[in-house]
Nanobody, 129 residues
């Protein structure tokens, strides 16, 4: 059973930095895609960043581009999201998601949420002004 466990969320001041981690387990081969999504209060869940394991290709939503960096430690099955220059609008629950089918393919670098079959429980990030 694939499990994803996020950690690292906390409260920070605007302009600060934070690193989220997602520990993955329960799959034999490398993933096709791992991603970070977020959901702010009263809003729909939205994509933040994604990484494609075989190519290393990354994707960032415009709202986080230039401030967030996604990375993957395959040896330790851990996904990271380094967040800098945080803004109050970054306040949200951050979710890690994975597509563990190495034969899968997306036509767009922005991964479709419906195709990411495994999700963590989320970690809260609160940015105060």
């Amino acid at each position: 059973q694939v499990q994803l466990v996020e950690s690292g969320g906390c409260s920070v001041q605007a302009g600060g930095s934070l690193r989220l981690s997602c520990s993955a387990s329960g799959y034999t081969y490398s993933t096709y895609c791992m991603a970070w999504f977020r959901q702010a209060p009263g809003k729909e869940r939205e994509g933040g960043a994604a990484i494609y394991s075989s190519s290393g290709t990354t994707y960032y939503a415009d709202s986080v581009k230039g401030r967030f960096t996604i990375s993957q430690d395959n040896a330790n099955n851990t996904l990271y999201l380094q967040m800098s220059n945080l803004k109050p609008e970054d306040t949200a629950i951050y979710y890690c998601a994975a597509d563990v089918d190495p034969a899968d393919y997306y036509s767009d670098a922005d991964p479709p949420q419906a195709d990411l079959g495994y999700w963590g429980q989320g970690t809260q990030v609160t940015v105060s002004s």
